[in-house]
T-cell receptor, first 115, second 112 residues
């Protein structure tokens, strides 16, 4: 079955702009999480959605937001981009946490470069 | 707040040797995951450990979990070049926070 699909794979944006990233989870998975990966901070949790509801949020400023649609696809948005937002953004999908293994499967990521 | 520490951060080893990567975490958890990441790539799931004493093996890699010690290990046996990658452990806590907290990662380089 198809894996987690993230689009676009690469983005170059200018400071002050905004960006929207998309994630389509594995069919049947209703939980979608987003992570930011940078060389300095490692992998950091952004937020998690389940059935269109944000259930958890990491320690990121309000410029980072997300949403989930009824088909479980998710988008994250970053407004007023800063140079420090340059990172690999990873999306993961899983069955509901608390239901068995809840193994998270990751997409290929979106490499965002802010110039 | 849950903290996850891995050591070593960097590991360079010769082919054919054995070594162990350690993952310590700070709060109660019985759900621990190991991932592999190749340069510029995403995370590949290796092992899911769900109970105290769990042991999983795949090829030259074996992972174990000791929930009482809050410790997981990833053991590499007779390393081969293809195992060169960065390895992460990740933990859900037991308090209903549905987010994975990742360790710092161990960059493993296998030298011929």
């Amino acid at each position: 079955k198809a894996g987690v699909t993230q689009t676009p794979r690469y983005l170059i944006k200018t400071r002050g702009q905004q960006v929207t990233l998309s994630c389509s989870p594995i069919s049947g998975h209703r939980s979608v999480s987003w992570y930011q990966q940078t060389p300095g901070q490692g992998l950091q949790f952004l937020f998690e959605y389940f059935s269109e509801t944000q259930r958890n949020k990491g320690n990121f400023p309000g410029r980072f937001s997300g949403r989930q649609f009824s088909n479980s696809r998710s988008e994250m948005n970053v407004s007023t981009l800063e140079l420090g937002d340059s990172a690999l953004y990873l999306c993961a999908s899983s069955l509901e946490v608390g239901q068995g293994a809840a193994e998270a499967f990751f997409g290929q990521g979106t490499r965002l470069t802010v110039v | 707040e849950l903290k996850v520490e891995q050591n070593p951060l960097f590991l360079s080893m010769q082919e054919g040797k054995n070594y162990t990567i350690y993952c310590n975490y700070s709060t109660t958890s019985d759900r621990l995951y190991w991932y592999r990441q190749d340069p510029g790539k995403s995370l590949e799931s290796l092992f899911v450990l769900l109970s105290n004493g769990a042991v999983k093996q795949e090829g030259r890699l074996m992972a174990s979990l000791d929930t009482k010690a809050r410790l997981s290990t990833l053991h590499i046996t007779a390393a081969v070049h293809d195992l060169s990658a960065t390895y992460f452990c990740a933990v859900y806590d037991n308090f209903g926070n549905e987010k994975l907290t990742f360790g710092t990662g161990t960059r493993l380089t296998i030298i011929p």
